[in-house]
């Protein structure tokens, strides 16, 4: 093997572009392959979820690395999935098949060895075979009950042989049954956070407004009639940079910030004595203590604001979502 090293950043640059190219029109080609197979693929799946089987995958090679990702896939959005080594199954596991299941088989050539020879095993069970293969006329497609086609028009291996469009085109494929067979099965956000709990993705969906918010001693509020250094002291005591206005009712009128006490204070020195009614933000942004943590991140980012007050059903301040806070709950 030579070792030819260039030196050339643009030609380096022109060769990636070109793998690119190579690969987006694989994706291409396969989409405008699909058909009727794709629609009967959903249907097999989306029966066998709802009479309680699973989805079990199995490659080899490179195929068998992207089936790893697609029965990922499909386990994290509610589709029960496995993975079964096609060379140990001979050898055991071939337990982890049952009857109702559907075998999704994943293989360019469709005369992988180690599949072809586990196929008179699964012919056994009453499931279905599910393929997804670059060519459908062969030894896997001719034993599968749907097929659907990955064949692509070339790998981006410069020598068209490394595994790369080919298997960048089954990886889409999984994902768009995934995502099909989600929204056939009316799969939502609040199912979806029940799998991903952790991180910023599972905080955003399970947490709400009132287990960001800071209230009692952290919350600072004052009335409309206060002096803007009442409001000041307010904002000091609880360490925040701002302070929310309640009216006689108890309901929201009003924000007063750090920021707009700056700009006041550049026009008029004593705004100190001036009450906070009449320099206060009237109807401020403002979320309700029920709404998820990933909207109140949408409208802290939309307003470009660093404090929203969270109000009841009456429209009564009860807290303070403070954007410093957002790092601490993974929202951020």
């Excluded at 995958?57 to 068998?64: D, E, H, L, P």
């Excluded at 697609?70 to 071939?94: F, K, Q």
């Excluded at 064949?151 to 068209?160: K, S, T």
Aim: charged residues 20%; glycine residues 8%.
């Amino acid at each position: 093997m030579k070792w030819m090293r260039s030196n050339s950043q643009p030609l380096a640059l022109a060769r990636a572009r070109k793998v690119f190219d190579i690969e987006i029109a694989a994706l291409q080609a396969v989409r405008d392959q699909q058909e009727g197979a794709f629609a009967s693929s959903v249907e097999l799946i989306v029966d066998c979820l709802q009479k309680r089987g699973k989805i079990v995958v199995s490659g080899i090679g490179k195929s068998g690395l992207i089936g790893q990702k697609i029965s990922s896939t499909l386990t994290s959005t509610g589709a029960t999935s496995v993975v079964l080594n096609a060379t140990d199954a001979l050898h055991g596991d071939l337990g982890i098949v049952s009857d109702g299941d559907v075998i999704l088989l994943l293989s360019n050539s469709g005369e992988t060895e180690e599949i072809i020879r586990i196929l008179p095993m699964l012919k056994r069970f009453d499931l279905k075979i599910l393929s997804i293969l670059g060519e459908v006329n062969s030894t896997i497609g001719k034993h599968s009950d749907v097929v659907i086609s990955a064949r692509v028009p070339q790998e981006a291996c410069p020598h068209n042989l490394a595994p790369t469009a080919s298997t960048t085109a089954m990886l889409a494929l999984g994902d768009a049954l995934a995502m099909v067979v989600l929204e056939e099965r009316g799969f939502g956000r609040e199912d979806f956070a029940k799998f991903h709990p952790g991180g910023s993705l599972g905080q955003s969906l399970l947490l709400k407004a009132s287990d960001l918010m800071r209230t009692g001693s952290r919350f600072a509020v004052v009335t409309p009639t206060a002096r803007v250094q009442e409001a000041l002291t307010a904002m000091s005591r609880a360490r925040s940079g701002c302070v929310a206005v309640r009216d006689a009712k108890g309901k929201l009128a009003g924000i007063f910030t750090h920021g707009d006490f700056a700009r006041h204070y550049a026009a008029n020195h004593e705004i100190g004595q001036v009450p906070i009614q009449k320099v206060m933000t009237r109807k401020p942004v403002s979320i309700h203590s029920s709404a998820l943590a990933g909207e109140a991140l949408q409208v802290l980012q939309k307003h470009l604001i660093d404090d929203l007050v969270v109000v009841d059903d009456k429209q009564r301040p009860v807290g303070l979502i403070d954007s410093q806070d957002l790092p601490r709950f993974k929202l951020v």
